[in-house]
């Protein structure tokens, strides 16, 4: 049964304000959280959840895998942008009421933004019985201390991260697929590149940068201006099974590349004299290059060896 006065809010504002200790901001606790910004750059929020990856988290309880997910979305896309991540507020959406679902996801959130100097500001939870999964909503705001330009260049190395599998895109195609079927390889949390970038913005001159989520590849020509990508070594990140059996049920060739990241899941161009360099450092591989052309992406499929053009 449904307890309007949340008894576990107590515990909740405990979990949070551990999150206060921040080298960014100087808060402190009211009716609401009140903080002063220790700093002077520009600054750029970004809001995202885990959509139809809830329902497979809410299945199996998987809150930890889910919280990271939240964060992920979002700070991998903060990292296209160079963006250092400082505070952030979020709304959890729960189909039923669920105290220990709520502490659970509270506690990890809270675990995972200490180590990242993040200060929880303030959050939400809702109980919405129309739902048939958990949703965990973020708002995250960082800070730019050097704005840079983010497009590939000609004559680019495009170098790209693996992913940890489906990560938290195209999970509405894979509940298509799949129908109630539902396995671990559904829950397995996005890995969060942010770690890895933000380091190297201090080092390298990151031409590009692109998180692999929804549109999948055809993201990538956001970022091309009288340029093509051409990705002929993507079987360097070899996908997981899971994208295999996705193909091999039925998914097309070329809707693998527009819906799937297929074991990439970022992707950075830097000239080639940086490209060694950033190698050494991470557990990137060199997947393609930048060419003249006219926004187009190019890929040789490593599911059926046929070139693909999105």
């Known amino acids: 049964m449904y307890n309007p006065i949340k008894p576990s809010n107590a515990q909740i504002l405990n979990l949070i304000k551990k999150t206060w200790s921040s080298p960014y901001l100087a808060v402190t606790s009211s009716t609401y959280a009140i903080f002063k910004r220790k700093f002077d750059y520009e600054e750029v929020d970004h809001t995202d959840g885990i959509g139809t990856k809830g329902y497979y988290h809410w299945k199996r309880r998987t809150f930890k895998n889910a919280v990271i997910d939240a964060l992920a979305m979002n700070l991998n896309d903060l990292a296209m942008v160079g963006a250092i991540p400082y505070k952030l507020q979020n709304h959890i959406v729960l189909p039923k009421d669920d105290t220990e679902a709520v502490v659970k996801i509270v506690s990890f959130l809270a675990k995972e933004c200490i180590k990242r100097r993040i200060a929880i500001t303030g959050g939400e939870t809702s109980i919405q019985d129309i739902s048939d999964g958990v949703d ?5 705001s960082g800070f730019i201390k050097k704005r840079k330009v983010n497009k590939f260049k000609v004559g680019d190395v495009l170098i790209g991260f ?3 599998g489906l ?8 509940r298509e697929v799949f ?15 942010s770690d890895t970038l933000l380091p190297l ?10 998180h692999i989520t929804g549109g999948a590849f055809t993201k990538l020509k956001n970022l091309l201006i009288n340029t093509d990508a051409i990705i002929t070594n993507a079987h360097s990140l070899k996908p997981q099974p899971i994208f295999y059996e996705l193909y091999k049920k039925g998914v097309a060739d070329k809707d693998m590349y527009r819906i799937f990241n297929c074991g990439i899941g970022f992707v950075i161009s830097v000239g080639p004299k940086n490209a060694k360099a950033v190698l ?13 052309g006219k926004g ?7 599911f059926t060896n046929k070139k693909i053009e999105l």
Do not use: C, W
């Not at 913005?201 to 692109?210: A, E, P, Q, T």
């Open 167 to 174: 990560h938290s895109n195209g999970l509405t195609k894979v």
């Open 280 to 292: 050494a450092e991470t557990k990137g591989q060199i997947i393609g290059e930048i060419v003249k």
């Open 162 to 164: 693996p992913s940890s």
């Open 179 to 193: 129908k109630k079927e539902i396995r671990k390889e559904f829950t397995v949390p996005t890995k969060i590149y």
């Open 136 to 140: 965990i909503s973020i708002t995250v």
């Open 201 to 210: 913005f201090k080092k390298y001159d990151l031409h590009g940068r692109m």
């Open 296 to 302: 187009k992406v190019r890929i040789d499929s490593m």
